[in-house]
Structures are given as C-alpha cells and as structure tokens.
C-alpha cells in the first residue's frame, strides 16, 4: 500500500521532533501500535471522579451538599489555572505541541481574555448557586451539618489562593488595620488579613477549632503563595504593562467584573444561603462551632476590594449595597440580619 504525502510529512515531523529530544521514532511508533484507542470513561477518570462522594449520614440530601461543594471547587481550580497563567505570562507551545515554557512577557489580549475565563467561572457559580439555596431540605440540612463539625466552606482554601493571586496583600489585609500596614512586608500583611476575623466565637472572640485548623493546614502555603505572587499578582501584572494597555477599556471591564464577582456577587449568593439555612424567626442562628457569620459574611460588611484605583469613592462607599434590595425581598426574618446585609 501506498503512504499519501500527508502520512509521510507527518512522519518526518515525528522524528524531527523524537530526535531533538534524543528519542527512536521507532520505538513510539511501536507503542502506538500496541495502545488501545482511548475511552471517554478512562480520560475523563468517571468512575474516580464519582468515588469521591462520602456521606457521613444517611441524609439524602448531604450528597448535594458534597457535591455541589466538589463542583465549586473545579470551577476554584480552573480559576487558579488561569491565574498561574496571567502570573507566568502564559505558556509557549510549540505547533508541534510541546511546551517551550512561559512566555517572556504578557500580551494584554492574552490576559483580558484569562481574566474573562475566570469571570466566566464565577459566573457560572453565581448562577448555580441556587442548587445549595433551595436545593435542600432545611429539616436535613440542619441535622446532617451537625456531623461536620468542624468542617466549614470556610476552610476553602483556594478561594485564598484566588484572593493572594488577583491583587496585592495590602488590598486584602482586614480593613481596621490596612493603613498600619500599607507598606509592611507582604507577611505581616497576610498574618492580618481579612478572613482572620472571620470564623471567630461569636460570645468570646476567640477563634474556633475551624479556623485554628485551617491555618495549621494552610498558613505556611499561603507564606509561600505571598512570596510567589507578591510581583505576580494580576495587579502587578496589571502595573507592569504599557501605559497604554493599563487604561485599556476591554480590560478594566474585566478587572472590574472580576472585583464584583469574587468580592460581592460569590459572597453574596453564598450569604443569602447561609441566611436561608442558619436563621431562625427568633433567636440565635449558630454558625460553625458558634461563629460571627452574620457580621463577617455580608459582602457590605468585609469590604474586599481588589482595585480600589479602578472605582469611585461614591462606589465603594456603596460596595455591595446595590444587591439590598433584591436581598430585603428575599425571604430574612431576622432584624437582626436585615441590619447587617
Ligand atoms: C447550605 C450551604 C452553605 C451554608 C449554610 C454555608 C454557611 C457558611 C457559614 C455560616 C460560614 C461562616 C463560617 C462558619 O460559621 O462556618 C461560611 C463560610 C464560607 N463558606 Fe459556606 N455555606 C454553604 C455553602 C458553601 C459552599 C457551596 C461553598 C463553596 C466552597 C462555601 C464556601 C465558603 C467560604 C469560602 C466561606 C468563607 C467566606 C468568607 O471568608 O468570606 N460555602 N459558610
């Protein structure tokens, strides 16, 4: 039989690229002839994907909550992806497929568009986040969280890695102490940053197990994270582009949209669950292991913003504040929670 021009080609490409790396085309050629073709069950890893759904009760309902969890996590970690890439000026790849490591500068189409993926992310989980909201029973609900404990949605710890790779630590350190330590070092700055004040007992003002855990585990990658993206971090990035390019409208859009869905639109779904889960018409609503959920979660309260340069005074005066409305006609019973919304 004949081989077509095209095959022949192709062959040649092969071992061009076999002996740049020092390798026998033969050798492959012989291992494509015993592979098996590839099944979508194998690539996309179905079976161990669906093994990592482990109820600790019968509740039926608890394997949404993992689920739903597990998703938002992917959609977590497809975000990181995307910022490595924006920190890394993004990977050069060969036609031939091969990775010629990162590139040594960052074009700014290539970073609107990650920074678009990454809204895209957020969005979707924005969207879904309906699923946990009235996807529940509350009956459930309130009982199978009480096996957790003192496992928390707090204890995220890549929506952290988002926050340090998205701006600088300075924007991310708690609000009453951000001026002090405008100019600290960047580890000082994470040793005060926001979410500390987060997970803390309401009645004593102590932390609880959830977060003296979560920093046991995490406190010295975020160090780490802090080292690595104190001049990589979409901020930076940001700065270190051409005039021109920094006021570019296409990218302040994302910027923008960015700052709005990981510091208001996220937090503020994920409030508005908590508040339909945990509130009670009257009385206290307890949050993990007796936590201030109610004064720390409300998007209004934190203040998280990545590019303050990029809005008004009178927008960030108001940051958060636009959803109020659509929250009040929500179904809060509290006083209490109306306040703090
Ligand atoms: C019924 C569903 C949920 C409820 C009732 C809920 C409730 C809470 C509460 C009360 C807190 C404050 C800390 C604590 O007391 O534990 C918290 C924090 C948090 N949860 Fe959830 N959560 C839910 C779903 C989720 C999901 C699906 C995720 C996705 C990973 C998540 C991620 C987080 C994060 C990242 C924090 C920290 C927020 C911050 O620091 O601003 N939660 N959650």
Redesign the pocket.
């Known amino acids: 039989m004949e081989i077509a021009d095209e095959t022949l080609k192709r062959i040649q490409i092969l071992k061009d690229k076999y002996a740049s790396i020092g390798q026998d085309l033969n050798s492959y050629l012989d291992g494509l002839i015993y592979a098996n073709p590839l099944a979508y069950w194998d690539y996309i890893e179905v079976d161990a994907l669906l093994s990592l759904q482990k109820p600790k009760t019968d509740f039926p309902d608890e394997k949404i909550?993992i689920v739903?969890?597990q998703i938002?996590?992917l959609y977590f970690y497809l975000a990181e992806h995307e910022l490595k890439q924006i920190a890394y000026n993004g990977k050069n790849i060969s036609d031939q497929g091969q990775d010629m490591g990162w590139n040594s500068e960052l074009k700014i189409d290539y970073l609107i568009d990650r920074l678009r993926r990454i809204n895209k992310y957020f969005e979707a989980l924005t969207k879904s986040f309906d699923v946990?909201r009235f996807g529940?029973e509350k009956e459930q609900?309130t009982k199978f969280r009480m096996s957790l404990l003192s496992a928390?949605?707090?204890q995220?710890a890549s929506?952290r890695r988002i926050e340090i790779a998205c701006t600088d630590l300075k924007y991310l350190v708690h609000e009453s102490k951000r001026k002090h330590l405008w100019t600290a070092e960047v580890h000082e700055q994470l040793d005060n940053i926001y979410?500390k004040q987060?997970?803390i007992v309401e009645d004593t003002g102590e932390k609880t197990l959830?977060l003296k855990h979560f920093e046991q585990k995490y406190m010295a990658d975020f160090h780490k994270l802090a080292d690595e993206f104190e001049t990589r971090n979409v901020w930076k990035k940001v700065q270190q582009l051409p005039e021109a390019d920094r006021k570019n409208p296409k990218l302040v859009k994302e910027l923008r949209e960015l700052d709005v869905n990981v510091n208001i639109n996220w937090?503020l779904v994920?409030y508005r669950?908590?508040v339909r889960?945990?509130a009670k018409d009257k009385g206290e609503s307890k949050?993990?292991?007796g936590?201030n959920?109610q004064n720390?979660?409300p998007p209004r309260f934190?203040r998280r913003i990545f590019y303050p340069e990029l809005w008004s005074q009178q927008e960030m005066d108001e940051w958060g504040k636009a959803w109020v409305e659509e929250v009040l006609a929500d179904s809060i019973r509290t006083e209490n929670l109306r306040e703090n919304i």
């Open positions: 909550f739903y969890h938002t996590e946990m529940m609900f928390s949605g707090f995220t929506y979410w987060g997970a959830t937090p994920h669950t908590a889960y945990l949050g993990t292991g936590t959920w720390y979660l934190q």
